[in-house]
């Protein structure tokens, strides 16, 4: 039944990516709603914000965690492209590995970003 | 136009012999048609007047045995159950369902659909298989139980869905709409008990897991059922159960038949016609 976990988790990542996209939507294009509220006064594509956010364990979290989901629903997407193609048994494990070496490198370079930025949470600035 | 005017309409029919013809091409038979002809009457006047050598699957000339699903005017229909009329057409283009070999001229292979659809086990699975082949009692299921799978039951098993479904047209290893709605049909039944079989028969790429809810299914079928809904409720009974949220339930009690004096406008059961062994 790896087919249904596989979905399973395709779905579970679309969740988590409409809660941190929302996120995401809301701190940096709803700005003056959020000014006007009196929950942020700053203008979120500040060099001071950007590297507020990148010091707070909590964004530093959200940015590995999209990354991850956004980049799982990605690939599994591409891969149900793929296999849709009818490819011969050898063909599709090698779609699955190597989709799945390429997915992981691309996550391991996008959280090495996250934690590397200036004042990072992980850099103890 | 008075009812008994006739009109002349094309029938662009396809045309497929296998073993002399190296490819399907296009044949036109003009012919007289009169209001209330279906395609499947219009097939027979080709054949009487022009074409005797057509062929077709076709049995109840009602939408009930599912025989004469075709490809009529781009759009999977059943034959008999489609007005010349309705297609608001002078040209009425007729070929075999798609996402089929052809036997024959108008002819679908429907072998492997029905192959699937056996293998994913459409029928009640349950230990007492001695009450399932010689009924002593009744299965208890409430009518709100048996609107969980009733519109899934009305399924003639054309293929019309099957020939819409885009996955099926690009994916030889997804099982379809049929066979997963009919299996859908199985485990909603409160009197099944199979649902750990059928998920075993579904794993691997002819689950219900490539289904793009295109919903072309459930637009074609004759018959008004809506397997694309099938599909995503399996999809959300087995992610339950694979979350262990799924309700477990045991498959429907026996239950004495109701006593006292039969309903007078209720006729009585005609006799067995099968002896016992």
């Known amino acids: 039944m790896r087919d249904r976990t596989l979905w399973t988790w395709h779905i579970g990542a679309g969740l988590v990516i409409l809660v941190l996209l929302g996120l995401h939507m809301t701190i940096m294009h709803l700005s003056a709603t959020l000014g006007f509220l009196g929950v942020a006064d700053a203008e979120p594509t500040e060099w001071a914000s950007v590297a507020a956010r990148a010091g707070s364990l909590f964004f530093t979290l959200t940015y590995v965690l999209l990354l991850g989901a956004a980049l799982y629903h990605g690939f599994y997407g591409f891969r149900n492209i793929l296999m849709e193609l009818d490819p011969g048994r050898t063909l599709r494990r090698v779609i699955d590995v190597g989709l799945s070496v390429v997915g992981l490198a691309l996550f391991a370079f996008g959280t090495w970003a996250a934690l590397a930025a200036p004042g990072a949470a992980t850099m103890g600035g | ?277």
């Open chain 2, 1 to 277: 136009m008075t009812e008994t005017t006739t009109r002349q309409v094309t029938f662009d029919v396809r045309r497929y012999e296998p073993g002399t013809d190296a490819e399907p091409h296009w044949e036109s038979h003009r012919i007289d048609v009169l209001p209330g002809m279906t395609v499947l009457d219009g097939l027979w006047k080709v054949k009487e007047l022009s074409a005797p050598s057509l062929a077709w699957r076709s049995s109840c000339r009602m939408g009930i045995c599912g025989s004469c699903g075709m490809l009529i005017n781009g759009r999977p229909r059943l034959a008999c159950n489609t007005q010349i009329a309705e297609l608001k057409s002078d040209v009425v283009a007729v070929a075999p369902l798609p996402n089929f070999s052809i036997i024959k001229d108008l002819v679908p292979d429907l072998r492997p659909m029905f192959e699937t659809h056996r293998e994913l086990m459409p029928y009640l699975i349950r230990d007492d298989v001695e009450e399932q082949d010689d009924p002593t009692r009744e299965y208890w299921q409430t009518p709100h139980e048996l609107e969980h799978y009733l519109q899934f039951s009305y399924c003639i098993k054309c293929g019309c869905c099957m020939a819409a479904c885009p996955t099926v047209a690009t994916d030889p290893q997804y099982a379809g709409p049929m066979p997963l709605g009919q299996a859908q049909r199985y485990d909603a039944d409160s009197r099944d008990g199979g649902f750990a079989q059928r998920r075993e028969a579904l794993s691997g790429g002819r689950g219900p897991w490539r289904c793009h809810f295109a919903g072309e299914c459930s637009q074609v079928c004759p018959k008004g059922v809506d397997p694309a809904k099938a599909i995503q409720l399996m999809k959300g009974e087995m992610v339950a159960d694979l979350l262990r949220l799924r309700k477990r339930r045991a498959p429907a009690p026996l239950v004495e038949p109701p006593k006292g004096p039969r309903r007078e406008e209720i006729p009585a059961a005609p006799e067995r016609t099968v002896t016992e062994a």
